[in-house]
């Protein structure tokens, strides 16, 4: 059996019927968003609806007024979460990536006066003030990050991350592991203390 593959047709199950609860059906400008990126070639790496909605829930409970997202894809879930005077800084390394959400799918959510998407790479992020928050996204990979004969540059990406937070002092952190539409992975949450 392929642990790797964990999701079963329940966990589908399970989550398309809480989503038929808590998820808007019809929505135009995340519809839009999602249909766009398939249609523009992009990869098929976005957040599940679930995910995406937990990550804006979050910003909207702390009242976050500026966000730093690290790897735009075509996503709106945190432009969307924003106050009127919030503000997005969205990077991404991807040029299509980059014009897609920025020229089309931001644009079509009447969200481009609030996040700005910038063609860079990410490399290192040093100036979370105390109390700010991080959410790191696929950093159970399957379970391939705990399992040592897996050394692909994403597991040992997180396991050098993992290795330094614990050196870090400044910073708390958990891991929730989840299953879902995106198969079996999970999602560090840390604070600046
Ligand atoms: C999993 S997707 C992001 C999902 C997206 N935030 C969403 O709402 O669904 C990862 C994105 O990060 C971009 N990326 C990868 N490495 C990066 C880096 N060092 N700096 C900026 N963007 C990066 C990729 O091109 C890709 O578009």
Redesign the pocket.
Known sequence: MNLYNAATSVVDWSEKYHNSFLITANDEVLDFAVKNCIDQG??D???SAA??KL?NLVAQSIGAKRIL??????????GRALPHDGTLI?????TL?AKVSREENFAKAGLENKCKVTL????SMTNLHPGGMIIV??VVRYGQVSDMSVNDVNSVGVREMLATLKEDKDIDATTIATVGERAFDGFMYAIRK
């Open positions: 992009l990869p790496i976005a957040v995910q995406g990550l997202e690290v790897g735009t894809l075509g996503g709106i879930w945190m969205t990077l991404e390394i991807d990536h860079s790479a990410a490399e996204d696929n």
